[in-house]
C-alpha cells in the first residue's frame, strides 16, 4: 500500500466520520425541534378543548334561561286569558248594576215629591235618592226583598231592617257578619241577584 493511498483512505474515513456526525447532529435537531412542535400543538388542542368546554357550558346555561323565560311566558299568557275572563265577568256584573240602578232612579222619581225633590219612606223618615249612596242602598234593598230578606222598601236609607236583612244575607252566604254594604257583600249580592234574574 502506497502512502497515497493510505492517506486518501483517511482522508476518506474523516469525511464519513464527519458526515455520520453532521446527520446525527441534524437527525437530533430535528427531533428535538419535532418534539417542541408537538408538545406546543398538544397544549394548543388543551386549550382549544377547555374553550369549546366553557362554551358548550355557556350555552347550556343559555338554554336553561331561554326554557324558564318560555314558561314564564306560557305562565303569563294563562293569567292573562284569566284576567280577560274575570274582566268580561265584571263588565257583565256592571251592566246588570247599571241597569238595576237605572230602574231604581226611575222608582225613585215616582216616589220621591215636593221642590226639593224629597220624599217620605213608610216610617216618616225623609228619604233623598238623587246621592249616589242612597241610590245604592235602595239598589241594595231591592235585591235584598227579592232574595226573600225582606221585605224591604227601597227608600235609600240603612234602617234596623235593612241592616238585618245585611245581617241575615252574610250569615247565609258565610261572609263577615258586618251588617254594612262591604264589599265582599256587594259582590255575593250582586251575584245572588244575577242567579234569581235567572231562574
Known amino acids: 500500500m502506497s502512502p497515497r493511498y493510505g492517506s486518501e483512505q483517511k482522508r476518506y474515513?474523516?469525511?464519513?466520520?464527519?458526515?455520520?456526525?453532521?446527520?446525527?447532529a441534524m437527525g437530533w435537531s430535528l427531533w428535538f425541534v419535532s418534539d417542541q412542535q408537538s408538545d406546543q400543538i398538544e397544549r394548543e388542542l388543551k386549550e382549544q378543548v377547555a374553550t369549546l368546554a366553557q362554551s358548550q357550558i355557556r350555552l347550556l346555561h343559555e338554554r336553561e334561561i331561554a326554557e324558564a323565560a318560555k314558561a314564564d311566558v306560557t305562565s303569563l299568557q294563562s293569567q292573562a286569558l284569566a284576567l280577560r275572563e274575570e274582566?268580561?265577568?265584571?263588565s257583565q256584573r256592571r251592566e246588570h248594576m247599571r241597569?238595576?240602578?237605572?230602574?231604581?232612579?226611575?222608582?225613585?222619581?215616582?216616589?220621591?215629591a215636593g221642590p226639593d225633590d224629597a220624599g217620605v219612606s213608610e216610617t216618616g223618615s225623609t228619604i233623598t235618592l238623587d246621592h249616589p249612596e242612597s241610590t245604592f242602598v235602595a239598589t241594595a234593598q231591592k235585591a235584598l226583598t227579592k232574595l226573600g230578606y225582606g221585605p224591604?222598601?227601597?227608600?235609600?236609607?240603612m234602617g234596623p231592617n235593612t241592616r238585618q236583612a245585611i245581617e241575615a244575607f252574610q250569615y247565609?252566604?258565610?261572609?263577615?257578619?258586618?251588617?254594612?254594604?262591604?264589599?265582599?257583600?256587594?259582590?255575593r249580592l250582586g251575584e245572588a241577584d244575577i242567579v234569581a234574574a235567572t231562574d
Request: aromatic share 0%; net charge negative; hydrophobic share 40%.
Open 13 to 24: 474515513s474523516h469525511i464519513v466520520t464527519l458526515g455520520l456526525a453532521v446527520g446525527a
Open 87 to 90: 274582566i268580561k265577568e265584571l
Open 172 to 187: 247565609k252566604n258565610g261572609l263577615p257578619v258586618t251588617r254594612e254594604l262591604d264589599a265582599p257583600t256587594l259582590k
Open 99 to 112: 241597569a238595576a240602578l237605572g230602574t231604581d232612579r226611575s222608582e225613585a222619581d215616582h216616589i220621591t
Open 152 to 157: 224591604l222598601t227601597a227608600d235609600g236609607i
